[in-house]
């Protein structure tokens, strides 16, 4: 808080300069909680006795620290200290924090333990220390890095905040702000902390500890505007946060461990939130969200539902929420579940919740997904605590999910776009448009199907896609194609090609993730995709930048037709017939990749047109096939999840046209609009047919 932001620099101080002062405003409290009510008792820090004069502002209602749980001082209270690769102590205390800033001033890499785990540390403005933090991570080759900058000057030189923005930065939560990139600043970072895109995940020093990492006294003369602060942890594996297991796994990655000795408990990652349509939008529940409660209803009368239905989540970005009462209870992002830590850690996290919260789940909804490692995992559980199971189909429940956030009862229509979510007919669905409420649900419209050649492989070698872009457009364009492509890829692309001719290992999908992924491949911009979403987002890009130069954009056609089930099929063909034509008269290339993947987006600003006009036909397409679905079933409102509405320029399409028909429109703002939310989706299913 400003208050101890205050004290901790102040020489006349009893604190100055100790990375753990706190007060009842701030410091932590999930990450060290092992028990409610939340005394020192049922803390970590009951490992640390209180000073006699931490004991008196602890008892004294007049000061700042009454009841402060985990007041303390340098005398009494947790330290710091500074190890090496193989355990030995380089510096403590004050001095520890000098050679941590002196190493990273060099351009070395330090595992520096938070509120609610590890971070990986470095100089965000040297190049060298930046690559080497990727090459030891395995960081995928142009996945988005977070800054933490010194203070709002610096954030200002590297990037655009508004008010909004800059009072997200500054609250208590003090997330990751997703902004865009100012170029020619002051401070420049290293071009790879954000390649390819014009967005830049900016936090500022949210704990005594990194303040102290930035303060010109804590230096000895060295400066520091930007730390590259990225999770601690290797490709796939959970956040790491206690001390000997940083030392056993980072080992490779770090060349020195800034530790301290105060235990936690609960981790979590760093918050992560976007500004969009006028409202901060969160992508990752994290440090100052979770556990986010939401009411089951916003009625005082009513009653809490019977039980204790709990939503275990999807496989990806993964999350689960467990009813208390009146309240649903979302979990910190716990991250893809592949894996057997990522297990583990959802495990762990999910007995932390039932012993803090003191809850017995009586419901665990899994995902209707038959192969998810979620839903075997959920499944062990029911069978080992007695509690009911069922299953919930993926999009249904980011339709719940949207209408339990806003407190809607009764049917709504529901646009869920997103990557990958399995079908009732077993197809892998992701743009869809559906009736119903948390209790059940039907499909009235879809997307064209579009087939995934090689299946899951076609997600990362989005080229593929296009091919069967062009293939279901016509089986002739591939073969002309397949000639733009650099030529190593030429011998796979002939493969794919005969693939989709004799509907050989072509997985059908109505995803409209997979349809911006095929897109960005077709118009040169990304056609091999080193982390998720990772097309979608540079397709994104490309489109800002022609709108950021022309105020004008002429969406894509899609057409409306019924399909044979008679639910509305939105069709993406004359959309790649008019972004073909517009090509050939730019004379471009369709499929024309770079042979060399450079760290700059380069697209042709032919293309860039292209991106912003397939938005925007997007958007009108979905749009009007809601309205058509409401006009036919007198239903006004309209939900809007799924992963798909992490881009800024679709979601402020859909609400703009919506809104223009009459329609109201909602979406998600605390909770992810991605499948971190369908855990919640899910619980009030279980409540709703508790």
């Known amino acids: 808080c400003p208050d101890c932001a205050h004290e901790v620099l102040d020489h006349a101080d009893r604190r100055f300069r100790y990375p753990f002062i706190n007060c009842t405003n701030c410091g932590p409290r999930y990450s060290i909680i092992e028990a409610l009510p939340y005394d020192r008792p049922n803390t970590t820090m009951r490992e640390f006795t209180m000073c006699p004069r931490c004991r008196a502002e602890y ?16 005398d009494c209270g947790p330290q710091v200290k500074l190890l090496s690769r193989d355990g030995a102590v380089l510096a403590q205390r004050d001095e520890a924090l000098r050679e941590a800033v002196r190493m990273l001033a060099q351009g070395a890499i330090i595992a520096v333990k938070g509120l609610g785990g590890f971070h990986l540390a470095c100089d965000a403005t040297n190049a060298g220390a ?12 142009f996945k988005p890095l977070a800054v933490m900058v010194k203070d709002f000057s610096v954030l200002l030189e590297v990037a655009c905040a508004e008010t909004s923005e800059l009072a997200l930065l500054s609250s208590p939560i003090s997330p990751i702000v997703l902004l865009p990139k100012r170029y020619g600043g002051a401070v420049h970072l290293a071009e790879m902390v954000a390649p390819r895109t014009d967005t830049l995940g900016v936090m500022i020093p949210y704990t005594p500890l990194h303040l102290l990492l930035f303060n010109p006294e804590t230096s ?6 930007a730390l590259v602060m990225t999770s601690a942890n290797l490709a796939e594996e959970p956040l790491v946060y206690e001390n000997e297991d940083a030392l056993e796994r980072l080992g490779s990655l770090a060349d020195a461990f800034l530790l301290h000795n105060r235990r936690i408990t609960a981790p979590s990652d760093d918050s992560i939130v976007r500004v969009m349509a006028g409202a901060p939008r969160v992508f990752r529940l994290g440090r100052g969200y979770a556990p986010y409660p939401i009411a089951l209803s ?10 204790c239905a709990v939503g275990w989540g999807p496989d990806m970005k993964a999350t689960f929420a467990m009813q208390a009462g009146c309240f649903a209870l979302i979990s910190p992002h716990l991250g893809d579940q592949e894996t057997l830590p990522a297990q583990a850690f959802h495990r762990r996290t999910y007995e932390h919740f039932k012993r803090v919260f003191r809850q017995e789940p009586s419901t665990i909804v899994a995902d209707l997904h038959p192969g998810y490692h979620s839903r075997a995992l959920a499944q062990a559980e029911a069978k080992a ?4 199971f069922s299953d919930m189909q993926h999009h249904h429940a980011h339709l719940a999910s949207v209408m339990l956030e806003n407190g809607l ?3 709504v229509i529901a646009l869920a776009l997103d990557g990958t979510g399995y079908g009732t007919d077993g197809v892998v669905w992701g743009g869809e448009i559906l009736i119903g409420s948390p209790a059940s649900f039907r499909r009235v419209g879809t997307l064209r199907t579009l087939p995934l050649p090689g299946g899951e492989e076609a997600v990362k070698r989005t080229w593929r896609l296009a091919i ?11 073969e002309k194609a397949i000639a733009n492509l650099p030529a190593e890829l030429v011998d796979d692309a002939q493969t794919i090609t005969e693939l989709l001719r004799r509907k050989i290992s072509c997985v059908p999908c109505t995803s409209l993730g997979r349809l911006f992924d095929a897109f960005s491949a077709l118009l040169g911009i990304c056609g091999e995709a080193t982390y998720e979403a990772q097309a979608a987002i540079e397709l994104e890009t490309a489109a800002a930048r022609h709108l950021r130069c022309c105020a004008s954009v002429a969406p894509l056609q899609f057409t409306i037709r019924e399909n044979e089930a008679g639910e509305l099929l939105i069709d993406y063909l004359p959309a790649v017939k008019a972004a073909l034509e517009a090509l050939d008269e730019a004379e471009l290339r369709p499929l024309a990749l770079p042979v060399v993947l450079s760290s700059e987006l380069s697209a042709h600003p032919a293309a860039q047109a292209l991106a912003a006009g397939f938005i925007a036909g997007v958007a009108r397409a979905f749009s009007q ?12 409102r309209v939900v809007l999840s799924g992963g798909c509405f992490q881009n800024k320029l679709l979601l402020e399409a859909m609400l703009n046209n919506l809104h223009a028909a009459g329609l109201n429109a909602y979406t998600h703002s605390a909770v992810p609009m991605n499948d971190a939310g369908v855990s919640l989706g899910q619980l009030s299913h279980g409540s709703a047919c508790n």
């Open 59 to 74: 008892e004294n209602p007049d000061d700042r620290r009454y009841h402060a749980q985990p007041n303390a001082c340098p």
């Open 385 to 388: 605590s007695g509690a009911a």
């Open 298 to 307: 916003r009625d005082p009368r009513e009653a809490a539902p019977q039980g």
């Open 130 to 141: 930046v690559n080497e933090l990727r090459r030891r991570k395995k960081r995928a080759q």
């Open 468 to 478: 069967s872009l062009l293939h279901e457009t016509d089986d002739s364009l591939p």
């Open 409 to 411: 009862k009764g049917d």
């Open 220 to 225: 000895g003369g060295e400066t520091l505007s």
């Open 625 to 636: 096939a809601a309205i058509t679905v409401s006009q036919h079933e007198s239903i006004d």
